[in-house]
């Protein structure tokens, strides 16, 4: 299986956004509260189901408004 993209419309802070991949190897990089392990819990929640999550962080990726 190859994934070409990880949709998002709402899984923690993440919106309605778009994580596309290349060919090959992707590297997703940036700085500190850059969303990269929100953009790896949606894709681990898309491919294993939201159980596949701790349970501890299923708050933490709930729908957010960004007024935290």
Same mark, same amino acid.
């Given at each position: 299986? @190859?994934? @070409? $993209?990880?949709? &998002?419309?709402? *899984?923690?802070?993440?919106? +309605?956004? &778009? =994580?596309? *991949?290349?060919?090959? $190897? &992707?590297?997703?990089?940036?700085?500190?509260?850059?969303?990269?392990? &929100?953009?790896?819990?949606?894709?681990?929640?898309? $491919?294993?189901? @939201?159980?596949? =999550?701790?349970?501890?962080?299923?708050?933490?990726?709930?729908?957010? +408004?960004?007024?935290?």
């Amino acid at each position: 299986m @190859r994934i @070409r $993209l990880v949709r &998002t419309h709402a *899984f923690g802070a993440l919106r +309605d956004d &778009t =994580l596309s *991949f290349a060919d090959g $190897l &992707t590297v997703v990089y940036g700085p500190n509260e850059a969303g990269k392990s &929100t953009w790896h819990a949606a894709a681990l929640a898309a $491919l294993c189901g @939201r159980r596949a =999550l701790a349970k501890d962080s299923l708050d933490r990726y709930a729908p957010w +408004d960004g007024q935290g």
